[in-house]
């Protein structure tokens, strides 16, 4: 996304006004419904992964980022990221989307483009539930979304695509390796230690409790990644075609790849194996989208299955519960990506962006370091701070009798599978408590 | 030989699994039943539709015994699933009049092995 979203215009040498495209708002449309689509993708990849009693909340975890964080993004957030600031921070200028019209955002109408940007601000903050399912208070969570939003990812993006530092310095982020993948990575593995692992976690196994929804959920993040990553061109065209066709491609290498591993290590190919791997491929496409050949691409997918492969193995071996492994997957696969960006980026590919190592420009690799480093020191320092500062408010986990009984019944009174047996229907006329607590919230325990 | 029905919490069954592998009692039928065990009704709400819960998942545990396992395996099972609250559920120790392995074709004390419990 970086300075190719002006691309189109800044060709035109003419200091004609920039217009509205048709054939780009036209693909802008379809992508921003494409990337709104892969909030409930996640949604069904992380609740197939958890135990059935969790499942509704584990996928409530996600829809509510569209709700909260959406919101938040009309409100302030967008301003923040996007509109004149400073190097460190946008203004209030678009605040309430205060002077978001029809003009022209690159070839596109502002209102779209602030739309199409709202839908990454809801899914990086949704990546980070994987981390604290099935033992977080939904209240908090919610609470810890919204101030995760405002004070991580906005920031974050501004300095990498809002006109911040790291943009001017040259870092190249196609579509938010670094904003999206490697903040909400080290954000999830941060919010696992805060919280300490679930009470049944080291002691009993803890199965997924329906891999077909995880693998439709990796298929449709695929599909809705093609919004993601092509509509980061913010245009239709060579560019966009470009990054499509890498998002293509770089996961069936790693999907490949994980394969064999998987086949070398356990003797079976799995499917939650293969539904991981299609999306680590993703994750580390993301940042060499627009930059690298397709050919790069399917290395760079090959490649980006072997970190992420190995820290699941080993963190199943430590005490430290990243339930759903979003740093491995996000956090490993986002900063592979990035620092690949920095070995393969070609200006062949495009002008606009830079040359790599491969292609003679190994300071492009440092670059592209000291966007993933500030990006983990930021992101972990914040979410750390977070975390405590809601902790001395409220209590972040249930009592280990409320975990237990499960998080759909107890956070929001439904069941995913009930089968209605025994159940007595309460006229409107009885006069019933609405929510009748199970018991009251403990304090938080200290992590584990 | 006695036939030891329990019915206990869904999210109790592995620590009860685990105190009667301790105890060494082998081999037993688990369930998922519905129950009722004078605990609060749960509230849920689908749209309009308001629901109390009469019954709650329970687990329940059959496990044929020779007699000098009766005592290790219902003290396994109190010890493990209890929790203090209603619908901790029970446990049921039934007279039976025959066993049979269907394997081997062994009866009756033979055929709950093991017939004397470790360390007694």
């Known amino acids: 996304m970086t300075p190719i979203p002006l691309l189109p215009f800044l060709q035109d040498a003419a200091p004609a006004a920039p217009a509205v495209l048709a054939a780009d708002t036209a693909w802008m449309l379809v992508a921003t419904a494409l990337v709104l689509l892969m909030t409930p993708a996640l949604a069904f990849f992380y609740g197939g992964l958890v135990r059935s009693k969790n499942s509704l909340n584990t996928m409530m975890m996600s829809f509510v980022a569209l709700g909260a964080v959406g919101l938040l993004w009309a409100v302030v957030g967008y301003s923040l990221a996007f509109s004149e600031g400073s190097a460190w921070l946008g203004g209030v200028g678009n605040a309430l989307l205060a002077g978001v019209g029809v003009e022209a955002k690159g070839t596109i109408p502002h209102i779209l483009f602030m739309a199409y940007q709202g839908t990454f601000a809801i899914i990086t903050a949704a990546l980070i539930s994987g981390a604290v399912v099935e033992r977080m208070r939904f209240g908090p969570y919610v609470a810890f979304i919204v101030l995760w939003t405002l004070a991580v990812y906005v920031p974050v993006a501004h300095w990498v695509w809002g006109g911040g530092w790291l943009m001017t310095r040259g870092v190249l982020d196609f579509a938010g390796g670094t904003v999206v993948h490697i903040n909400a990575g080290i954000s999830a593995l941060v919010a696992a230690l805060v919280l300490g692992g679930r009470k049944d976690f080291g002691r009993q196994a803890i199965l997924p409790h329906n891999v077909p929804f995880v693998l439709l959920g990796a298929g449709l993040l695929w599909f809705g990644w093609f919004g993601f990553n092509g509509g980061s061109a913010l245009a239709a065209g060579e560019l966009a075609s470009v990054a499509f066709v890498n998002t293509f491609l770089a996961p069936m290498a790693t999907l490949c790849v994980w394969a064999l591993l998987d086949h070398f290590r356990t003797g079976h190919v799995t499917a939650v194996g293969g539904a991981t791997g299609i999306v680590v491929g993703l994750v580390a496409i993301t940042p060499a989208a627009g930059y690298v050949s397709p050919m790069s691409a399917i290395a760079l997918g090959a490649l980006a299955a072997l970190p992420s492969y190995f820290v699941i193995v080993f963190r199943a071996r430590t005490r430290l519960d990243d339930s759903l492994d979003v740093f491995a997957g996000h956090g490993v696969g986002g900063l592979t990506g990035a620092l690949l960006t920095g070995v393969f980026a070609s200006k062949v590919w495009n002008a606009a962006g830079n040359d790599g190592l491969l292609a003679g420009n190994p300071g492009q690799l440092g670059l592209q370091a000291l966007g993933a480093g500030v990006s983990v020191l930021y992101a972990g320092t914040m979410t750390f701070v977070i975390l405590k500062l809601l902790g001395l408010v409220v209590a972040l986990r249930p009592d280990a009798r409320t975990e237990g009984v499960g998080m759909d019944i107890t956070q929001h009174g439904e069941e995913a599978y009930s089968s209605g047996e025994g159940s007595i229907l309460v006229m409107p006329s009885e006069s019933t408590p609405l929510v009748e607590p199970l018991a009251p919230a403990m304090p938080q325990p200290t992590a584990r | ?120």
């Open chain 2, 1 to 120: 030989m006695k036939l030891i029905i329990a019915t206990i919490r869904p999210d109790k069954l592995n620590d009860v699994l685990e105190a009667l592998y301790r105890a060494e009692v082998r081999g037993l039928t688990a369930s998922r039943v519905m129950g009722h065990g004078g605990e609060t009704e749960r509230v849920e709400n689908y749209r309009g539709t308001t629901v109390k819960m009469g019954l709650q998942e329970k687990v329940r545990l059959e496990i044929g015994v020779s007699e000098p396992f009766v005592k290790v395996t219902v003290d396994a099972i109190l010890k493990a699933a209890r929790t203090g609250e209603v619908g901790d559920g029970k446990v049921f120790v039934v007279d039976v009049e025959q066993v049979h392995r269907i394997r081997t074709g062994e009866r009756d004390e033979a055929a709950v092995t093991p017939t004397v419990p470790v360390g007694v």
